[in-house]
């Protein structure tokens, strides 16, 4: 399980690490693999926005990677314009040449910190953030992103996560931390169950579902979704 923040690796340690791994995250099909039902997730995900905003115009996506959300919301959102957020250059590269052949909409990039990175008011039908929050270190911090995200968004607009997250009790969250060790070794063996803990050990500060949903409705959403929860993953969000 994750250390204490203090201890973590800076963000630009994190930073050098992605702009690494660019390929790791390029794939739309099998999503991030080390994620529990990533696929599942994104595929929940996709299909809410598309019930929810047929007829949306713009999408933000928050520590966008190699693109794989956008992607997948352009599927029913072909002509929106894109914001692509990440901290990593490369990231934000691939995302960019992956994503602007897919709609006829703008698309933007900003690199940076998503504490610090501008996201406007009243700007966008949908957010996500896949795979990203858990970064995020001390509560004020999330505040800070929830309420810019929140205030970024149109009337009805929603937000959505997809996210490694703690349990409130420390028994299941050595219970649910254990069954996601037994996927990874499934996956690939103990050496990659292994390589995994070690970067969330070093990088990550997952906060408890039920804290993030309380977070959401302080900030003032108004109607708040659990899609999919499996061991330490969930896909949840709000509704503006």
Not at 18 to 33: A, M, W
Not at 150 to 166: A, C, M, N, R, T
Request: net charge negative; charged share 20%; glycine share 8%.
């Amino acid at each position: 399980m994750p250390t204490a923040p203090e201890s973590k690796l800076t963000v630009e340690q994190i930073r050098q690490r992605f702009d690494g791994e660019v390929e790791r995250f390029s794939n739309l099909e099998t999503g991030q693999t080390a994620v529990m039902d990533a696929p599942l997730m994104l595929e929940l995900v996709a299909q809410t926005v598309a019930t929810l905003h047929p007829r949306g115009t713009s999408i933000l996506d928050l520590g966008c990677g190699a693109g794989n959300y956008a992607l997948k919301l352009l599927q029913s959102m072909p002509n929106a314009q894109v914001t692509l957020v990440d901290l990593s250059s490369q990231m934000l590269a691939k995302a960019l040449e992956r994503v602007q052949p897919q709609t006829t909409g703008q698309v933007v990039t900003l690199q940076g910190d998503l504490r610090e990175v501008n996201l406007g008011i009243g700007q966008f039908d949908v957010v996500t953030a896949g795979a990203t929050l858990h970064h995020l270190r001390t509560d004020p911090e999330w505040a800070h992103v929830f309420r810019n995200v929140y205030q970024s968004l149109k009337p009805g607009g929603s937000f959505w996560i997809i996210d490694l997250v703690e349990q409130s009790t420390p028994e299941l969250q050595a219970l649910m931390w254990r069954r996601w060790g037994e996927y990874l070794t499934g996956l690939q063996g103990e050496a990659y169950r292994e390589k995994v803990f070690a970067y969330v050990d070093a990088e990550d500060t997952p906060h408890a579902l039920m804290f993030q949903l309380d977070l959401l409705r302080e900030v003032g959403f108004r109607h708040l979704e659990i899609l999919h929860k499996t061991a330490c993953f969930a896909a949840f969000g709000g509704i503006k």
